[in-house]
């Protein structure tokens, strides 16, 4: 058996050719908690689930070599009061790596923007060195801190020692549960105002009002399924919300694109070239340049970011800011990925959060009474339609919701029939 | 078990709360964030993984981006604590693929730093890109649990992004793309992580219909909820028997059933692995946003390196990085050359798998706009 440290590892021959080559190893991440958290136990600290992630090594070594995962699913494990956040992760080799039998991941909400002070995350470190694996995903797919294995009776102190991280351990705040389950998932928002001079809105704050306003929906799943809500500053779409998301908030503005025509010679002089790398890559041939000025036919700009991307010093989004939603986005189960689709053309940046709520709300208590179990909102929209839907969100038909109009003359002309 | 005296912890005799949230993001900002919000006028590449931010104020802020492996204990948290500590004055971020970001206000730090990450942390700086150049760095793969905490994966995901990411690590650490690439890890059809409009993306297969194990199914599982959890309706109870009876023809292999009911497990050493799909793209930026098209309809699970899925995606990337034109992305550029000439120039083999899509996704689906580019 390797020793490092004076901890005595499993052997692990096919892992350890993961801790070779450049890029970071998640394998020596797993082993250094090991050794470390055997450690802090030898020197006197506490720590509840010794050898944690040593039984995540050994677990982790069988899939290499069975080629198959030996976790599954089974009982539903909560923290009070909710009734989601936790996922119950048992290992099928029972008694034989008791260490990690129960290896439960509890979500954390992340702070809009994924900022953090280092003593909020050194407190999170403590507590979770504590009551669980001392092992994380910085950041889950949906946004959450995800703190990977812990038992099921340690799941409770763990869900204290967060929501009280300021009194124990000098949070400058305590950190709450994210969603899971048929709920209101932990909404997300790209860094927006605080970093990026592009955002057409605020997305920090919208995705904190969100989330304070829906507590309940995100810890008490009650609906067909999930739902997703993210927020990016612009059409650039950090955050992936046209994809990943049900509720996609994409800033953009509607006047004209601000231009600083001297920053635009400047780029020129510096080496840019205007003509190929902005004009001939407008897709709309919007852009036009004589190498004393840039000209931009705003009827025509789509407003796709491509020329404010490559000259950001030069142009801006206007002035007229505010958000286009789309809706539907989702992953291929159970009827097929798609994008999300326009549903609210433009609500400006004023109006933007509680204009959102009001939508959100009329979605919820339409999607709760006509959806199927498991049936995603844009899923249920193909069943019934698109116009039932905008009658729900109270939009009327606009051409900017779809590239096309339709083919076929098969119309149901419903409200002329006795 | 020797008895032991029962002392409480703290957290064991408070009160839980609920309800209360996530902490306000503005105790989380740099000061010099904080005085600039939204009031940032524009942002300059200094070298791979350092943007320079510059406020209307005049302030300036220095963004250092580093690859980090997601997977992190919380040691390796503490020692970037420390690092942010010390150049940072105590703040950070995470992006949405995984990097850590420190701030920095003097430049003569960002050597330093990026010399003390490597050394003790051992992340690479890079992961961005300078669209005013037209260069191109590769970011972090976004990924999912695999056989790491999962119970329905094809294949593991932490395992196969460390093997990609060790083969295309100099596009991490430099310029040397046209355009933005995406590269995403699902590690089945579920796709947790939705990378169903990247670049590239690797998402695991299963190819076979869940084993009903009788035996199993009756001493552990719940046949009405199983059967209910069937999204394709697949599943009939055989009440007689106490077990189910599966129609292979209507089977998806999503596994949601050995979700509910541990007695008919999905996992196939030999025939699960990794589809390869190309050519998605999100950013309205020229192109609007496409879904990714399957290209390689199965690969094997090959631990602890998958040399198939590594070498595949890194031929895809260097046949575009060689061919592709500023700002054109797969997408884009395949929508130039045409699939037969994106098939002959990979050398990948077009088969009867890749065609006839999933038939559930109805045609009105393909009349909405997926983009928020529109004219006004
Ligand atoms: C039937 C379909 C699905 C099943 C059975 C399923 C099941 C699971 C399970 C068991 C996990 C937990 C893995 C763990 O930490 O132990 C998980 C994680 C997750 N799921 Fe799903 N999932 C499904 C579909 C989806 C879809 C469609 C999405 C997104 C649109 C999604 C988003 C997520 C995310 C973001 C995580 C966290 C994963 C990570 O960051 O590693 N899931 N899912
Ligand atoms: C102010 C900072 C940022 C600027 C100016 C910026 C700019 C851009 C631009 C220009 C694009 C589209 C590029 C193109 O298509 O040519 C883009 C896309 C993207 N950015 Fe950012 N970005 C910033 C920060 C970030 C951060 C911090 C992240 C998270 C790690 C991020 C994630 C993404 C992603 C995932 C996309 C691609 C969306 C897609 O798949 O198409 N960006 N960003
Ligand atoms: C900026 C946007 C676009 C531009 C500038 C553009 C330009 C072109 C051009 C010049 C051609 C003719 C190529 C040839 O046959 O030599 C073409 C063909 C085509 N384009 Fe686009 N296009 C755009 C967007 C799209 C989009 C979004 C789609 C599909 C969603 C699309 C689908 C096609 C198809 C199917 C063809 C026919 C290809 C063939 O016959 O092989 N285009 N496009
Ligand atoms: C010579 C051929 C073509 C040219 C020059 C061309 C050009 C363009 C241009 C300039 C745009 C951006 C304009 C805009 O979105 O308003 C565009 C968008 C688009 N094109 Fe084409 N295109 C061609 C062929 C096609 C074909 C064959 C298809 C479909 C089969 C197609 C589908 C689309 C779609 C879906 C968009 C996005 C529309 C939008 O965002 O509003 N294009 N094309
Ligand atoms: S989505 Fe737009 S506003 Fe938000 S960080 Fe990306 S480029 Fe900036
Ligand atoms: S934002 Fe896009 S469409 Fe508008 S002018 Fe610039 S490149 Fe052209
Ligand atoms: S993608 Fe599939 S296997 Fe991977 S974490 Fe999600 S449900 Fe599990
Ligand atoms: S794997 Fe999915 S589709 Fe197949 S029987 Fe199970 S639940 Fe039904």
């Given amino acids: 058996m390797p020793v490092v440290d004076g901890v005595e590892l499993p052997e692990t021959p096919l892992l350890d050719e993961l801790e070779k080559g450049p890029w970071p190893s998640f394998v020596k991440e797993i082993k250094r908690a090991a050794v470390e958290s055997e450690k802090a136990m030898k020197a006197g600290k506490k720590i509840k689930l010794p050898g944690a992630a040593k039984g995540l090594l050994k677990v982790l070594e069988l899939s290499y070599k069975d080629k198959r995962t030996h976790w599954k699913h089974g009982g539903i494990v909560a923290v009070y009061g909710y009734g989601g956040g936790v996922i119950g992760r048992y290992c099928d080799l029972e008694d034989k790596i008791p260490e990690v039998w129960h290896f439960h991941t509890m979500r954390i909400n992340m702070p809009a923007g994924w900022f953090y002070s280092t003593k909020a995350l050194r407190a999170i470190c403590d507590a979770w060195e504590k009551w669980g694996s001392g092992l994380t995903n910085l950041h889950g797919s949906t946004g959450d801190i995800i703190l990977l294995g812990t038992r099921t009776e340690h799941l409770q102190p763990m869900a204290n020692a967060l929501a009280y991280l300021d009194k124990l351990y000098g949070s400058p705040a305590p950190f709450d549960i994210g969603g899971s389950g048929s709920d209101l998932r932990t909404p997300s928002a790209c860094m927006g105002p605080a970093l990026c001079e592009f955002a057409c809105y605020d997305t920090l704050e919208a995705c904190y009002q969100f989330t304070i306003r829906y507590q309940d929906e995100l810890h008490r799943p009650m609906w067909p399924y999930k739902f997703k809500i993210k927020c990016s500053g612009c059409p650039n779409d950090c955050v992936a919300s046209k994809a990943r998301s049900d509720f996609a908030i994409i800033g953009t503005w509607k006047d004209e694109i601000q231009i600083d025509q001297e920053a635009v010679k400047e780029y020129a002089k510096a080496g840019v070239d205007i003509e190929k790398q902005v004009v001939k890559k407008c897709p709309t041939g919007a852009i036009s340049w004589d190498g004393n000025e840039l000209k931009i036919d705003n009827k025509n700009c789509i407003r796709c970011m491509h020329c404010i991307n490559v000259l950001p010093k030069a142009l801006k989004p206007g002035k007229e800011r505010g958000a286009t939603i789309l809706i539907g986005g989702k992953a291929p189960f159970v009827d097929g990925a798609i994008i999300g689709w326009v549903a609210v053309p433009f609500i400006p940046a004023d109006e933007l959060i509680d204009k959102c709520c009001e939508i959100l709300e009329a979605i919820w208590d339409w999607w709760d009474e006509n959806g199927k179990f498991r049936e995603r909102v844009g899923e249920l929209i193909w069943r019934v339609g698109m116009s039932e839907f905008l009658k729900v969100i109270g939009q009327k038909a606009d051409v900017r919701m779809v590239y096309a109009p339709r083919n076929n003359p098969f119309i149901f002309w419903r409200e002329l029939q006795d | ?376």
């Fill in chain 2, 1 to 376: 078990m020797v008895a032991q005296k029962v002392e409480k912890e703290p957290e064991e005799e408070l009160e839980p709360k609920t309800d209360f949230g996530p902490p306000h993001y503005s105790i989380m900002l740099h000061p010099i964030i904080k005085n600039n919000y939204g009031k940032w006028k524009y942002h300059e590449v200094v070298r791979p993984g350092v943007i320079k931010r510059v406020a209307e104020s005049g302030d300036v802020l220095y963004v250092v981006r580093f690859g980090s492996p997601r997977l992190l204990s919380v040691y390796t948290i503490r020692d970037i604590c420390d690092i942010a500590d010390k150049y940072s004055d105590g703040y950070l971020r995470f992006t949405s693929r995984n990097n850590v970001e420190f701030f920095l206000t003097d430049p003569d730090k960002i050597e330093p730093l990026i010399q003390e990450v490597q050394e003790k942390l051992g992340f690479p700086c890079g992961g961005t890109w300078d669209a005013t150049k037209g260069e191109y760095g590769l970011t972090n793969i976004v990924h999912t649990q695999g056989w790491v905490h999962c119970h329905t994966p094809a294949t593991d995901a932490s395992g196969i992004v460390k093997a990609v990411m060790d083969e295309l690590y100099d596009y991490f650490t430099d310029h040397k793309l046209p355009a933005l690439c995406r590269i995403s890890l699902a590690c089945c059809a579920n796709m947790c992580g939705a990378v169903h409009a990247s670049d590239i993306a690797m998402v695991g297969v299963h190819r076979k219909v869940p084993k009903i194990d009788d035996d199993a199914v009756r001493r552990t599982c719940e046949i009405p909820s199983t059967v209910a959890a069937c999204p394709t309706g697949a599943l009939k109870p055989d009440m007689k028997r106490k077990t189910v009876i599966l129609d292979k023809d209507k089977c998806m292999y999503c596994g949601n059933c050995y979700t509910m009911c541990p007695g008919m497990p999905i996992f196939d050493p030999e025939n699960d692995g990794v589809a390869i799909l190309v050519a998605g793209k999100l950013s309205d930026a020229r192109y609007p946003p496409q879904l990714s098209k399957v290209v390689v309809p199965w690969l094997p699970n090959n631990p602890p390196r998958w040399p198939e899925v590594v070498q595949t995606v890194k031929k895809i990337l260097e046949t575009w990085a060689t061919h592709a034109e500023k700002y054109e992305r797969i997408a884009e550029w395949i929508h130039r050359i045409g699939w037969e000439r994106f098939f002959e120039l990979t050398g990948l083999e077009f088969t009867e798998k890749l065609i006839e899509d999933y038939h559930r996704t109805p045609y009105l689906y393909t009349t909405f706009r997926t983009s928020a580019a529109f004219r006004w």
